[in-house]
Antibody
Framework: QLQLQESGPGLVKPSETLSLTCTVS???????????WGWIRQPPGKGPEWIGN???????YYNPSLKSRVTISVDTSKNQFSLSLRSVTAADTAVYYC?????????WGQGTLVTVSS | EIVLTQSPGTLSLSPGERATLSCRAS???????LAWYQQKPGQAPRLLIY???SRATGIPDRFSGSGSGTDFTLTISRLEPEDFVVYYC?????????FGQGTNLEIK
């Protein structure tokens, strides 16, 4: 059974960089050639927002609204992929989910709340 | 970017009734690449429907999806107590993928 688990700081100061890692178990990132690995966030009380996807080979696609501040990377040796979001503000406070994406999203991590505050 | 508008924002019904949730897109969704999710408090969304009308693995047949182009519908034929949570639609036919703002299904 595929499982995804987010990890990283729950509190980030304004203007700093938010960094999260997703560890995949129960399957190999490299073997899922028909899927992408993605990040989605959900501000409190709002709908989800797609951040971006990465393919196991390293090719990426980002939401244009965040593209200037986002980097998603993959480490197939550790079966992990990561999110970096620079110059955060309070508007970036959200639950961040990692996911296995085939357009629709069938597998989600449990999510991790990241609060941006000094 | 395709904007998805869900209606109503809140739907009040009783167990056993039929629920009809709407998702309207600001432009046509390519190849009916539209999904529906259910989200319970404190949990990640769960995929119910993909490609507008295909049920995901393990989803009860009381959930059904329909529609094409810009108008899509999620129908729950007979509401169970556990169905009274929030539902989102998502389009993945055009980048960036986008989600609706949600419909809250509450017990009347």
């Amino acid at each position: 059974q595929l499982q995804l688990q987010e990890s990283g700081p729950g509190l980030v100061k304004p203007s700093e960089t938010l960094s999260l890692t997703c560890t995949v178990s129960g399957g190999s990132i490299s073997s899922s050639t028909s899927y992408y690995w993605g990040w989605i966030r959900q501000p409190p009380g709002k709908g989800p927002e797609w951040i971006g996807n990465i393919y196991y080979s390293g090719s990426t696609y980002y939401n244009p609204s965040l593209k200037s501040r986002v980097t998603i990377s993959v480490d197939t040796s550790k079966n992990q992929f990561s999110l970096s979001l620079r110059s955060v503000t309070a508007a970036d406070t959200a639950v961040y989910y990692c996911a296995k994406v085939s357009g629709d999203i069938g597998y989600w991590g449990q999510g991790t709340l990241v609060t941006v505050s000094s | 970017e395709i904007v998805l508008t869900q209606s109503p924002g809140t739907l009040s019904l009783s167990p056993g009734e039929r629920a009809t949730l709407s998702c309207r897109a600001s432009q046509s969704v390519s190849s009916s690449y539209l999904a529906w999710y259910q989200q319970k408090p404190g949990q990640a969304p769960r995929l119910l429907i993909y490609a507008a009308s295909s049920r995901a693995t393990g989803i009860p047949d009381r959930f059904s999806g329909s529609g094409s182009g810009t108008d899509f519908t999620l129908t729950i034929s007979r509401l169970e107590p556990e169905d009274f949570v929030v539902y989102y639609c998502q389009q993945y036919g055009n980048s960036p993928y986008t989600f609706g703002q949600g419909t809250n299904l509450e017990i009347k």
